[in-house]
């Protein structure tokens, strides 16, 4: 059901924007869904980075707080996290996660890598 693109190698300091694209769902259910980007670095956990809601309330992880920035464009059925000043520990695979009416959907995720 999603589609995450954009990752690829990045020097430090550096910009990204990934996109996930949903696909198969119908407009009005992308108005009322939660989109998150979350990150996973090799041997850790999968944690999360930011979500927009319907009504474009935003969330982010204090490691990224000013560098990062998510939206929305219902009308393309697009979610995008912005991801600027890059640092090498950034590093990981990021996954967009649907979330409505308590039913999780997730991308195959996306490489990011920064360099030093």
């Known amino acids: 059901q999603l589609q995450a693109s954009g990752g690829g190698l990045v020097q430090a300091g550096g910009s990204l924007r990934l996109s996930c694209k949903a696909a198969?769902?119908?407009?009005?259910?992308?108005?009322?869904?939660?989109f998150a980007w979350y990150r996973q670095v090799s041997g850790q956990q999968r944690e999360s980075v930011a979500s927009?809601?319907?009504?474009?309330?935003?969330n982010y992880a204090d490691f990224v707080q000013g560098r990062f920035t998510i939206s929305r464009d219902s009308s393309r059925k697009m979610t995008y996290l912005q991801m600027s000043s890059l640092k090498p520990e950034d590093t990981g695979v990021y996954y967009c996660?649907?979330?409505?009416?308590?039913?999780?959907?997730w991308g195959q995720g996306t490489q990011v890598t920064v360099s030093s």
């Open positions: 996660k649907a979330t409505n009416g308590g039913q999780e959907y």
């Open positions: 198969r769902m119908i407009t009005s259910t992308f108005w009322g869904t939660t």
């Open positions: 927009i809601g319907p009504d474009r309330d935003t």
